[in-house]
C-alpha cells in the first residue's frame, strides 16, 4: 500500500505503536484489529479451520 506505519495506524484508528508492536513481533494481532484493518482496506476477513494431519 505504499504507507507508513503512521499513516497507517490513522487509517485504521490505532496507535503508530500498534503496528509497530504487530510488525516487529511483540504484539499479536487480535481478531478485532484484523477486521478493523480488512474494513479499512476494502478486503474480507476469513478465519479456517482446516483438519491437521
Given at each position: ?33 484484523l477486521s ?18
Open positions: 500500500m505504499g504507507l507508513s506505519q503512521r499513516e497507517f495506524a490513522s487509517l485504521i484508528g490505532k496507535p503508530q505503536s500498534t503496528i509497530a508492536r504487530i510488525e516487529n513481533g511483540s504484539m499479536n494481532a487480535s481478531t478485532k484489529i478493523e484493518i480488512a474494513q479499512a482496506t476494502n478486503q474480507r476477513l476469513t478465519i479456517q479451520f482446516s483438519p491437521a494431519f
